[in-house]
């Protein structure tokens, strides 16, 4: 069974302006994604610039990367850094939550920018911070930056929930972040 991974809604008047999430399988990986920006924008625009980001994610990567993690994460970066500035709303992607994780018969990795906090479930569909500040993983958003890092993991929880950067996770079940995140 696929992970779900979902970004919550921010506390703006459209929770999920600027939403985009999806995943695809290559070869023997497959590279998930969730993430938002330009949700201050509103709908319109804000749709836009995540459609832009989601078929950037979604476009075939070069052969090398097809079976290596390290590889498909920087192609999945390279791909929304990519994506011209104005196509990403009014503040150029400087507002831009992502959570990219690959994963994969030899183990997985996580890799996120403008991310505040990852929430797993436990076996009580409670959720509980995945990883804690201080974390490469976590912290504002960054396009282009040199030094990105992945966390690698034997294989990745079942939901992996990601707030944005200055948003908070909502809901102490799963079911409640889920329905936070718009996962039906």
Same mark, same amino acid.
Do not use: K
């Given at each position: ?30 590279? #998930? ?15 836009? !610039? ?15 990367a ?6 498909? +994460?920087?192609?999945?970066? !390279? ?11 009014s ?10 994780? &690959?994963?994969?018969?030899?183990? !997985? ?25 201080? #974390?490469?993983?976590?912290? &504002?958003? &960054?396009? !282009? ?5 992945? +966390? ?13 950067q ?7 079940? +799963? ?10």
């Amino acid at each position: 069974m696929s992970p779900v991974i979902a970004m919550f809604g921010s506390s703006g008047p459209w929770p999920f302006a600027g939403h985009f999430r999806g995943s695809v399988q290559w070869a023997e990986l497959t590279l #998930h994604w969730s993430g938002q920006l330009a949700a201050s924008d509103g709908p319109e625009r804000a749709f836009a !610039a995540a459609q832009a980001v989601h078929r950037a994610l979604a476009a075939d990567p070069p052969s090398a990367a097809l079976f290596d993690r390290p590889r498909l +994460l920087s192609h999945a970066f !390279a791909a929304v850094d990519a994506v011209p500035n104005e196509r990403l709303g009014s503040r150029a992607g400087e507002d831009l939550s992502l959570l990219l994780a &690959v994963s994969g018969s030899q183990g !997985a990795s996580v890799a996120a920018v403008g991310v505040h906090n990852l929430y797993v479930a436990d076996a009580r569909e409670e959720l509980h911070r995945w990883v804690r500040a201080p #974390h490469p993983l976590l912290g &504002v958003p &960054v396009r !282009a930056a040199a030094d990105r890092g992945a +966390l690698s993991v034997e294989r990745l929880p079942p939901v992996l929930l990601a707030a944005a950067q200055g948003e908070p996770g909502r809901g102490r079940t +799963l079911s409640e972040g889920l329905l936070a995140c718009g996962v039906r």
